[in-house]
């Protein structure tokens, strides 16, 4: 599997070299996803193919995606929160132990 990331200031061109990218890689065999996280959502655009926030099949081997940051924000917050929590949980009793006290008890939730 590889991952090929554009980057760069807007209107430079990222968002049509990464369809022309992505839709030889396709026409060369390879199963290839491509995504956008811009908030223009002009992706589809690049395919006339209408793209949202799953992906979605544009060509043979080809499916599109234009990544909806709210919308996902608001799908894995529940997740988000856990996993920060979780991660705070067990900072604090790292930390408990390298100080020598006794670690904060494991929440069962």
Same mark, same amino acid.
């Given at each position: 599997?590889?991952? +090929? ?7 430079? @061109? ?19 996803? +491509? ?16 793209? @949202?926030?799953?992906? #979605? ?13 709210? #919308? ?5 917050? #529940?997740? +988000? ?5 979780? #991660? ?11 100080? @020598? ?9």
């Amino acid at each position: 599997m590889r991952t +090929i990331l554009y980057t760069g200031k807007g209107g430079v @061109g990222k968002t049509s070299v990464a369809a022309a990218t992505a839709l030889l890689a396709s026409k060369l065999g390879y199963r290839t996803a +491509i995504m956008s996280t811009d908030p223009a959502h002009s992706l589809g655009d690049s395919f006339d193919k209408e793209l @949202g926030p799953e992906p #979605r099949p544009v060509a043979p081997n080809l499916w599109g995606q234009e990544v909806d940051v709210l #919308r996902e924000l608001q799908v894995y917050w #529940r997740t +988000i929160q856990e996993w920060l929590a979780a #991660r705070q949980a067990a900072r604090a009793r790292w930390r408990a132990l390298r100080q @020598g006290r006794q670690p904060p008890a494991r929440s069962s939730a």
